[in-house]
């Protein structure tokens, strides 16, 4: 049965196919894969997070890393207005990097 599905399709209905190939080639190429390649990203620094790192949560409290709880994947930090528990998938951006490199002038 396939065999003659195969044997019954010619050019024209490959090219009326090929619009369809490159737009799902695009959608791929434009949207899933930097969406994938963020969250790969995003995971890596969330795993990288180290006790006494100036970071941002996603709700955007600022703080500082006091403790770090494997067993539930829980950080403690430190703000001004006291500590709190937050889960690591919390964390939004580290301000230490950041702030301590160098500025270059121009």
Do not use: C, W
């Amino acid at each position: 049965m396939y065999a003659t599905l195969l044997l019954q399709t010619d050019a024209s209905s490959i090219t009326g196919m090929l619009p369809f190939l490159l737009m799902f080639v695009v959608i791929y190429l434009f949207m899933i894969r930097p969406q994938m390649k963020k969250a790969k990203n995003e995971k890596k620094f969330q795993a990288e997070i180290a006790k006494g790192a100036k970071i941002v949560t996603t709700s955007g409290i600022h703080g500082k890393i006091m403790d770090i709880v494997d067993s539930d994947n829980t950080v403690i930090i430190e703000t001004g207005a006291g500590k709190i528990k937050f889960e690591r998938s919390a964390i939004s951006m580290e301000l230490s990097k950041k702030y301590s490199a160098p500025v270059a002038k121009k």
